[in-house]
C-alpha cells in the first residue's frame, strides 16, 4: 500500500508513461470521493481512492489477480472497509481482501474455496454484515449467499438458494431475497427453512409484508418479518390486488404504496394504503413495469414526483407521477427499451444500461428536469453506487489498449467537474422524449 499525491491527470493521461489503467468498477462513496479497482487480471491488479479535486489519495496492491468480470462488481463497502475479490488456485476459489477505507491499510483477507466468479455476482450489505453473491453460472439453478464480519472478515454464514438475486434487500440483519423469503436471521446465521414474506418494504420503523392467504383468498399485511409476532390486517383491495399481482411496496409520508401490474390490460397502477389497510386512491400508468423492480427505483417521502419506466411489447414509456396530486403529469415514448431509473436521494437518474449512454436527472421534489447529457462512449452500467456525496462517476471503456477511464459529472447538474481523460460528455436536452417537457403544478 502507498498513500500518492500525484493527481489524477498526470496518472491517467495517455502520453507517454505512465501507461492508461484499466479500470473495471468505481464506487462513489459519501463525500464524493470514489473507489476504483484497476489493472484487473493482472499481477498488479490495485484497489485505490480517488478525490474530487482528482487526486488519488492511496491505492494497494492485492495479493493476487483481482477477479475480472466486466461489468460485474469487484468492490463491495461496508463502513470502515472496501472488500475486493480476488482469484484463487486457478481460479477455483475466490477472496475477499479488504482495506482500510481512510489509508488504504490491508485489514483481513478470508478465502472461499469452491466458488467460480466468471458470471453474475453482486454484493450487498446489511446492519452487521457484508453479504457477497456468486451464480456458478449464467444458468445456474442454483447461487452461493456469503455473509462476512466487516471487521475481522470472520464466515459467519455461507448458504446456497434457488431464489433470484437481482432484488434482494437488508433489514436491518436480516437477508430478504427476491420473492421475499428471509433466509438470514438477526444474528447473521442462515434459515434452515426459508420463511416466505411476500413483498415487502420498510415503513414508519417497521417491517411490513403482504402475502396472500389462500385459504381466506385475501391479501394480508402484518407489520414484522414474524407473523405470529404481529398484528394481520386484511387489505381491503385484495381482489385488485390478487388479479394484478404486487410487484412492490414503498413508504411515502403515512401511507404504503403498492404497485401492481395487470398483464391482461398492460396497465400499471400505484395503489396508497392507511395503516388499516384501506386504499386512499392511486394513480394508473400505461404499460406494465418490468418483472423486477428495484428498490432503489422506490420514492421517498422527499419526491413528490417520480418517474416511471413501463413497456408495452417493443415500446417503452416514461411517465412522471406526481404522489401527492396522484396523477399523470407527462408521458413520453422512449426510443428503446434499454433504460432504467434509479433514485439517490431527492434525485431521479435515467439511464441507458449499457452502450453509448444517455444520462438524465430530474428533481424529485419539483419534478423539473435538470439536465440531460449524452457521453460518446461504451460505459460500464451506472448503478445507484455509481453516485455519492454529490458526485456522479463515469467509468469508459475504450480499446483494450487504452484501458477504461473515470471522469466525475456533479451529480445535480451533470456538469463535468474532472475529466482528464478526455471522454466526451455532451448536452443531449434536444433528445426528443425530453424536449418541451410539461412544468409540474405545486
Same mark, same amino acid.
Given at each position: 500500500?502507498?498513500?500518492?499525491?500525484?493527481?489524477?491527470?498526470?496518472?491517467?493521461?495517455?502520453?507517454?508513461?505512465?501507461?492508461?489503467?484499466?479500470?473495471?468498477?468505481?464506487?462513489?462513496?459519501?463525500?464524493?470521493?470514489?473507489?476504483?479497482?484497476?489493472?484487473?487480471?493482472?499481477?498488479?491488479?490495485?484497489?485505490?481512492?480517488?478525490?474530487?479535486?482528482?487526486?488519488?489519495?492511496?491505492?494497494?496492491?492485492?495479493?493476487?489477480?483481482?477477479?475480472?468480470?466486466?461489468?460485474?462488481?469487484?468492490?463491495?463497502?461496508?463502513?470502515?472497509?472496501?472488500?475486493?475479490?480476488?482469484?484463487?488456485?486457478?481460479?477455483?476459489?475466490?477472496?475477499?481482501?479488504?482495506?482500510?477505507?481512510?489509508?488504504?491499510?490491508?485489514?483481513?483477507?478470508?478465502?472461499?474455496?469452491?466458488?467460480?466468479?466468471?458470471?453474475?455476482?453482486?454484493?450487498?450489505?446489511?446492519?452487521?454484515?457484508?453479504?457477497?453473491?456468486?451464480?456458478?453460472?449464467?444458468?445456474?439453478?442454483?447461487?452461493?449467499?456469503?455473509?462476512?464480519?466487516?471487521?475481522?472478515?470472520?464466515?459467519?454464514?455461507?448458504?446456497?438458494?434457488?431464489?433470484?438475486?437481482?432484488?434482494?434487500?437488508?433489514?436491518?440483519?436480516?437477508?430478504?431475497?427476491?420473492?421475499?423469503?428471509?433466509?438470514?436471521?438477526?444474528?447473521?446465521?442462515?434459515?434452515?427453512?426459508?420463511?416466505?414474506?411476500?413483498?415487502?418494504?420498510?415503513?414508519?420503523?417497521?417491517?411490513?409484508?403482504?402475502?396472500?392467504?389462500?385459504?381466506?383468498?385475501?391479501?394480508?399485511?402484518?407489520?414484522?418479518?414474524?407473523?405470529?409476532?404481529?398484528?394481520?390486517?386484511?387489505?381491503?383491495?385484495?381482489?385488485?390486488?390478487?388479479?394484478?399481482?404486487?410487484?412492490?411496496?414503498?413508504?411515502?409520508?403515512?401511507?404504503?404504496?403498492?404497485?401492481?401490474?395487470?398483464?391482461?390490460?398492460?396497465?400499471?397502477?400505484?395503489?396508497?394504503?392507511?395503516?388499516?389497510?384501506?386504499?386512499?386512491?392511486?394513480?394508473?400508468?400505461?404499460?406494465?413495469?418490468?418483472?423486477?423492480?428495484?428498490?432503489?427505483?422506490?420514492?421517498?417521502?422527499? =419526491?413528490?414526483?417520480?418517474?416511471? $419506466?413501463? !413497456?408495452?411489447?417493443? *415500446?417503452?414509456?416514461?411517465? /412522471?407521477? %406526481? &404522489?401527492? @396530486?396522484?396523477?399523470?403529469?407527462?408521458?413520453?415514448?422512449?426510443?428503446?427499451?434499454?433504460?432504467?431509473?434509479?433514485?439517490?436521494?431527492?434525485?431521479?437518474?435515467?439511464?441507458?444500461?449499457?452502450?453509448?449512454?444517455?444520462?438524465?436527472?430530474?428533481?424529485?421534489?419539483?419534478?423539473?428536469?435538470?439536465?440531460?447529457?449524452?457521453?460518446?462512449?461504451?460505459?460500464?452500467?451506472?448503478?445507484?453506487?455509481?453516485?455519492?456525496?454529490?458526485?456522479?462517476?463515469?467509468?469508459?471503456?475504450?480499446?483494450?489498449?487504452?484501458?477504461?477511464?473515470?471522469?466525475?459529472?456533479?451529480?445535480?447538474?451533470?456538469?463535468? =467537474?474532472?475529466?482528464?481523460?478526455? $471522454?466526451? !460528455?455532451?448536452?443531449? *436536452?434536444?433528445?426528443?422524449? /425530453?424536449? %418541451? &417537457?410539461? @412544468?409540474?403544478?405545486?
Amino acid at each position: 500500500m502507498r498513500a500518492v499525491g500525484f493527481t489524477f491527470a498526470v496518472a491517467l493521461l495517455a502520453c507517454g508513461s505512465p501507461p492508461l489503467r484499466q479500470f473495471t468498477d468505481v464506487v462513489a462513496l459519501d463525500d464524493g470521493s470514489a473507489l476504483l479497482a484497476f489493472d484487473v487480471a493482472t499481477e498488479g491488479s490495485r484497489v485505490g481512492r480517488i478525490g474530487v479535486d482528482g487526486e488519488i489519495q492511496w491505492e494497494s496492491k492485492l495479493t493476487d489477480k483481482a477477479s475480472y468480470g466486466i461489468p460485474e462488481p469487484n468492490l463491495s463497502v461496508h463502513d470502515r472497509v472496501v472488500g475486493v475479490r480476488v482469484l484463487r488456485d486457478r481460479r477455483t476459489s475466490l477472496a475477499i481482501e479488504a482495506f482500510d477505507l481512510a489509508d488504504g491499510h490491508p485489514v483481513w483477507e478470508t478465502t472461499i474455496p469452491g466458488v467460480l466468479v466468471d458470471h453474475r455476482t453482486s454484493y450487498l450489505r446489511t446492519r452487521r454484515s457484508m453479504i457477497e453473491f456468486f451464480s456458478p453460472s449464467s444458468d445456474a439453478d442454483s447461487h452461493s449467499i456469503v455473509a462476512l464480519d466487516p471487521a475481522t472478515g470472520r464466515l459467519r454464514m455461507r448458504s446456497s438458494v434457488t431464489h433470484g438475486l437481482d432484488d434482494s434487500f437488508a433489514l436491518g440483519e436480516q437477508l430478504v431475497l427476491a420473492g421475499g423469503r428471509v433466509i438470514v436471521d438477526e444474528a447473521g446465521r442462515s434459515i434452515s427453512n426459508p420463511e416466505a414474506v411476500g413483498h415487502a418494504c420498510i415503513h414508519e420503523g417497521a417491517y411490513v409484508a403482504f402475502r396472500f392467504d389462500p385459504g381466506s383468498g385475501r391479501y394480508q399485511m402484518t407489520r414484522s418479518p414474524q407473523a405470529s409476532s404481529s398484528a394481520v390486517v386484511v387489505v381491503d383491495v385484495h381482489t385488485q390486488l390478487a388479479q394484478r399481482g404486487i410487484k412492490r411496496c414503498f413508504s411515502y409520508h403515512d401511507h404504503l404504496g403498492l404497485v401492481t401490474t395487470d398483464r391482461e390490460t398492460s396497465t400499471t397502477r400505484i395503489t396508497f394504503l392507511d395503516g388499516a389497510g384501506r386504499s386512499t386512491g392511486g394513480v394508473s400508468v400505461r404499460g406494465k413495469v418490468e418483472t423486477q423492480w428495484p428498490a432503489t427505483a422506490a420514492p421517498t417521502g422527499d =419526491t413528490r414526483f417520480m418517474p416511471l $419506466i413501463t !413497456v408495452d411489447g417493443d *415500446r417503452a414509456r416514461l411517465s /412522471l407521477l %406526481d &404522489l401527492e @396530486r396522484r396523477e399523470v403529469v407527462w408521458e413520453r415514448e422512449l426510443d428503446h427499451r434499454n433504460y432504467d431509473v434509479f433514485r439517490v436521494g431527492a434525485s431521479w437518474f435515467l439511464v441507458t444500461k449499457f452502450g453509448d449512454p444517455l444520462i438524465a436527472v430530474f428533481d424529485g421534489i419539483t419534478g423539473e428536469l435538470r439536465n440531460a447529457v449524452r457521453v460518446n462512449a461504451y460505459l460500464t452500467p451506472i448503478r445507484p453506487t455509481s453516485v455519492g456525496g454529490g458526485s456522479l462517476w463515469l467509468m469508459a471503456r475504450g480499446h483494450w489498449v487504452s484501458g477504461p477511464q473515470v471522469a466525475r459529472l456533479d451529480a445535480s447538474t451533470l456538469m463535468v =467537474t474532472l475529466n482528464s481523460a478526455k $471522454i466526451p !460528455v455532451a448536452d443531449a *436536452r434536444d433528445t426528443p422524449f /425530453l424536449v %418541451d &417537457l410539461p @412544468r409540474p403544478t405545486r
